[in-house]
Each structure stands twice: as C-alpha cells, then as structure tokens.
C-alpha cells in the first residue's frame, strides 16, 4: 500500500469513528430528550404541540438515517481498500 493510499485509509477510519460515535450520540439523544405526545394539552394547543413533536421526530430520524447511510458507506469503502472496522 502507497503513503497516499495509507494517508486515505486512515482518513476513513477516523471519519468512520466519528461517524459512528456521532450516531450513537444522536441515537440517545432521539430516545432521551423527545417528549411524549401532548397527552396534558388539549384542543388546538395539543395539536399544534403533535404537530411540532412529529416534525421534530421526523427531522430527527432523517437525520440518524443519512449518517447512518454516511457510516456504512465508509465501512464500505475501508473494506474495498481491504480494511475492516
């Protein structure tokens, strides 16, 4: 293996622990800090309260999806330069 093939393989894998860590981090986070649904408020200030729940859940698991997708295409390419994590 080339140093500049050595220099890029290293460069994936720290990139794969970052993103593997931030996952985790984020992973916790959705299931700890997203309240449950409005179940105290009532008529328009529940809705509006779901309403705002949902869209934050769903930016929320977009995001764990898109670095989740980041992650394993890393892993992806470690393993086709022979490398697993």
Not at 28 to 36: Q, S, T
Not at 54 to 64: I, Q, Y
């Amino acid at each position: 293996m080339s140093l500049s093939d050595a220099a890029t393989v290293a460069v994936l894998e720290q990139q794969f622990r970052e993103l593997h860590m931030l996952l985790e981090r984020l992973e916790v986070a959705r299931c700890h800090l997203m309240p449950p649904m409005g179940a105290v408020w009532r008529g328009t200030a529940r809705q509006a309260f779901d309403t705002a729940l949902a869209a934050m859940r769903s930016t929320l698991d977009a995001s764990v999806d898109a670095i989740r997708l980041a992650r394993d295409s890393t892993h992806m390419a470690l393993r086709e330069w022979g490398r697993d994590v």
